[in-house]
């Protein structure tokens, strides 16, 4: 009997890729979509799709009792769904925070605990590193932004359940074909310009998604519960060698710009009014820019690497991988 995966935000980046490896595991892949989520990277026949509707618990109830009639008892969860980008701050914890209580509550209601609760949370939830060695999982959890405390909040909601087994994933950026926030740093190498914010160096980490993803089936299969991972493709960079990758890989020449916080930031207040008109989250705002100023944001993921996570892309690899794909759909001339 295959074992039923409920995978929620599967119609995003990240999603696409745990709903990938899922169906190459031989799971029955559940995946849990709105009415209006793009289901491009959704084609293979062999998805089930559930919509959930995080709305109430009504809604939630209804979800899971269509998901038992339809596929059985659900064996495990990877709750992926997540804003990274949001016009107000109550929409990180209202989504980010608000829905994962909910889903785990209508589980319990529902008498659906599964094998394994997955939370897809993020090194935002830890901060940057306080010093300079690398931000390991039992450092204590220090975010930033209202992004990263939405996700520290949805965390310590795990910590406080008795008799739910869960784990919780914190990537570092993650990158790959199709996300569309390392491209943007892409395409602007491709026309030409690299943009630093201020003068301090910044120390970096990345995972490729094909990684991330192969790294949470690990840690939804170990026997671990209660506990953070941390991933990354185990090495740390700086700014200038990512930019320097991606200008190898394109062979392109670059005007570089060094761009003065206070110049940023007042770009970040012009794009914020901008999205509150439009209705248009921006690329940069300044809960962005706390995160540009941090000087490192290292990761150790050694507790994955215990269970057997051996990345396959490092990032001259992962950005070789990723661009060639963007070239392919035309993303990048
Ligand atoms: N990308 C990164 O670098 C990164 C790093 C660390 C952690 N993460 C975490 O990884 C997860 C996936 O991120 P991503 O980069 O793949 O983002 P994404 O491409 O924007 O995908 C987000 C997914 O969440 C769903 N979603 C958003 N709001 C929702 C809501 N209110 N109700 C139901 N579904 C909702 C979206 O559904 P629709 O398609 O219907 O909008 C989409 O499927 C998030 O939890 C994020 O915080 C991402």
């Not at 090495?235 to 940023?264: E, G, R």
Request: net charge positive.
């Amino acid at each position: 009997m295959k074992k039923n995966l409920l995978i929620t935000g599967a119609s995003g980046f990240i999603g696409s890729y745990l709903v990938e490896t899922a169906l190459l595991k031989g799971y029955n892949t559940i995946a849990a979509v709105r009415p209006t989520s793009n289901k491009k990277y959704l084609q293979d026949p062999a998805i089930h799709f559930l919509e959930l509707d995080f709305k109430s618990d009504q809604t939630l109830d209804h979800a899971i009792r269509e998901f038992v009639d339809r596929f059985g008892k659900i064996d495990y969860v990877i709750h992926n769904a997540g804003v990274t980008r949001a016009n107000k701050n109550d929409e990180y914890d209202q989504v980010n925070c608000d829905n994962t209580k909910r889903l785990v509550h209508a589980l319990q209601r529902n008498t659906q605990i599964p094998e394994k609760f997955v939370l897809i949370s993020s090194l935002a939830a830890y901060g940057p590193a306080k010093n300079e060695s690398p931000v390991k999982a039992t450092d204590a959890k220090e975010p930033l932004t209202a992004y990263g405390r939405s996700k520290f909040k949805a965390e310590e909601f795990l910590y406080s359940l008795k008799d739910f087994p869960f784990v919780i994933i914190n990537p570092t950026a993650v990158y790959g074909p199709k996300d569309k926030d390392v491209f943007f740093l892409i395409n602007s190498i491709q026309k030409g310009f690299e943009v630093y914010i201020g003068n301090k160096q910044q120390l970096l980490s990345f995972v490729h998604a094909a990684d991330l993803a192969a790294a949470i089936f690990i840690a939804m299969l170990s026997d671990v519960v209660g506990k953070n991972f941390l991933i990354s493709d185990q090495q740390a960079y700086t700014s200038q060698t990512f930019n320097q990758q991606i200008k190898s890989i394109l062979q392109k020449k670059t005007l570089s710009i060094v761009m003065p916080v206070a110049i940023v930031r007042t770009v970040a207040v012009f794009a914020e009014m901008v999205g509150a008109i439009t209705g248009k989250v921006p690329i940069l705002n300044r809960e962005r820019l706390k995160e540009f100023e941090a000087p490192n944001w290292a990761v150790d993921s050694s507790e994955i690497s215990k269970l057997g996570y051996q990345p396959k892309y490092n990032l001259e690899e992962g950005l070789n991988n990723a661009i060639q794909w963007y070239k392919e759909q035309g993303w990048l001339s």
